[in-house]
């Protein structure tokens, strides 16, 4: 069975400061991995993906993601936090093989304090 | 260009009545789903559909929820009987291969 875990519901940082949103997954085979963001009243947008290849994946707004096989962690990271980044963030996971549909972590929301 | 439109944006409806959900994918994206959120839940996998293909039903919560897509676009999520538990947000997404792109959603109200 697929499951996503994002252990933090809730994740504050000061402006300017590094974030880090972790983000584990469990799968039967191996995953394809996406980052979702949610602000306020507004579906969610896609942020970034893991596919293949290189393990460390850029995305929009100058986030990144890094796959790391052995601890099954696909954790969000940007050097420097912005108080406009401040929403909910949904990590996901679907096999490469099998079912297309997402499964996602119960989210994890970011404050940026100005 | 356009993205994914859901309508309606919010729709309140008596517990026992049925409900239809329009999804409008984004042209080209052959696959299509549909996920509920539910506040403290997270989102949550209903059905999905690609191209000619059977659909997949396998998170229907109930046989009171079914799905249908014309022509391989446009899609209709309806709830019969709705009860109060069904009360959250559909959300539906089309996706070219990888990534899913996600409509704004259709707030479901059921008192």
């Known amino acids: 069975a697929q499951s996503v875990a994002q252990p933090e519901d809730q994740v504050n940082v000061a402006e300017g400061n590094p974030l880090t949103v972790k983000c584990t997954y469990s799968?039967?085979?191996?995953?394809?991995l996406f980052w979702y963001v949610q602000y306020p009243n507004r579906g969610l947008q896609f942020l970034l993906k893991?596919?293949?290849?290189?393990?460390l994946v850029k995305g929009s707004y100058g986030f990144e993601a890094e796959f790391n096989k052995s601890q099954t962690s696909f954790h969000l990271k940007k050097p420097s936090a912005l108080v406009s980044d401040s929403a909910l963030y949904f990590c996901?996971?679907?096999?490469?093989?099998?079912?297309?549909?997402?499964?996602f972590g119960t989210g994890t929301r970011l404050t940026v304090i100005p | 260009g356009a993205g994914v439109s859901q309508s309606p944006s919010n729709k309140v409806t008596e517990k026992g009545k049925d409900v239809e959900l329009r999804c409008d994918p984004i042209?080209?994206?052959?696959?299509l789903y549909w996920y509920r959120q539910s506040l403290g839940q997270g989102l949550e996998f209903l059905i999905y559909?690609?191209?000619?293909?059977?659909?997949?039903k396998s998170g229907l919560p109930s046989d009171r929820f079914s799905a249908e897509r014309t022509g391989g676009s446009v899609s209709t999520l309806t709830i019969q009987r709705t009860q109060q538990e069904d009360s959250a947000v559909y959300l539906c997404?089309?996706?070219?291969?990888?990534?899913?792109?996600f409509g704004p959603g259709t707030r479901l109200t059921v008192t």
């Open positions: 997404a089309s996706s070219p291969r990888y990534e899913q792109y």
């Open positions: 799968v039967s085979g191996n995953p394809y």
């Open positions: 893991y596919i293949t290849g290189d393990n």
């Open positions: 996901a996971v679907r096999v490469q093989t099998g079912a297309n549909n997402l499964f």
């Open positions: 042209s080209g994206h052959t696959a």
């Open positions: 559909f690609q191209g000619n293909s059977a659909p997949d």
